[in-house]
């Protein structure tokens, strides 16, 4: 297993490609901390809310809660 990981530093694609998708996780978990200007959190959280059951309150499940805050 740690040979595994080893390999990661030797390989210059898989090294790049690792390092792009977690620059990309880090720009999306930023991204959900920054409020969007002129939307109101309080009315967005209540349409959240409101529709829990349906697809909207699915992908906000499947998003963590990123879509309600």
Request: aromatic share 12%; glycine share 12%; with cysteine.
């Amino acid at each position: 297993m740690i040979g595994g990981f080893q390999n990661i530093t030797k390989i210059p694609e898989l090294k790049k490609r690792i390092i792009f998708t977690l620059l990309m996780l880090a720009v999306y978990r930023l991204g959900c901390h920054i409020p969007t200007p002129g939307i109101d959190s309080a009315a967005l959280a209540a349409f959240f809310t409101e529709r829990a059951g349906t697809l909207f309150g699915l992908f906000d499940m499947f998003s963590g809660g990123a879509l309600r805050r």
